[in-house]
């Protein structure tokens, strides 16, 4: 495989992620820093992506932790692994962050499925609930308030394959309108 085509193939992973849930890059580990310099990490959901500008589109809750550490400092990675063909994808760059008055967040908001827009109807993630209640009817807007859309742009790709005898690695960078500047095979 060239070095194009280890590109091509990683973004075309994630463009597929996006619109399966079954895919092992649909579900990324997003890392930032807390205001103590300790490193954050959560699970994710990718809902889109587009690949030309290396963009990716992950959906909080604005009263999240992880909403006030991008907000105060929004360099993050995003990891993610696929167990077939066994490869990593490191995603470095930057987050921006789109609140719940946004066109951006509106959009995305307006195609949400009912039982997805019920998970930000509750209390701010990390409080105190006691014992989870019953499910309960939805009322459709009552989370809109809460919903932020972080999208990602990545300025570099660190991709990693596992295999029998010689890994493989690769770095890629972009510039901000998502074009390759560079790519290069390094040492695993």
């Not at 400092?73 to 490191?90: I, S, W």
């Not at 859309?149 to 790709?157: K, M, N, P």
Request: hydrophobic share 40%; with cysteine.
């Amino acid at each position: 495989m060239t070095l194009a085509e280890v590109d091509a193939s990683a973004w075309a992973e994630l463009e597929g992620a996006a619109a399966d849930p079954q895919s092992a890059f649909r579900y990324l580990n997003l890392c930032s820093v807390d205001a103590g310099g300790r490193p954050q990490a959560r699970m994710v959901v990718l809902r889109r992506v587009d690949a030309a500008r290396r963009l990716l589109e992950i959906h909080t809750d604005v009263r999240s932790p992880k909403w006030q550490e991008i907000s105060a400092d929004p360099r993050v990675t995003l990891l993610g692994f696929g167990p077939q063909p066994k490869v990593q994808l490191r995603l470095q760059g930057s987050a921006e962050l789109h609140g719940p008055t946004s066109q951006c967040a509106a959009e995305a908001w307006s195609s949400l499925p009912r039982s997805t827009r019920s998970t930000y109807m509750g209390g701010p993630p990390g409080d105190d609930i006691g014992e989870p209640a019953s499910e309960a009817p939805v009322a459709d807007g009552k989370g809109r308030a809460f919903f932020g859309v972080l999208i990602f742009r990545a300025e570099t790709l660190d991709w990693f394959q596992l295999r029998h005898a010689d890994n493989r690695r690769a770095v890629f960078a972009y510039n901000k309108l998502g074009a390759l500047t560079s790519s290069r095979w390094v040492n695993p």
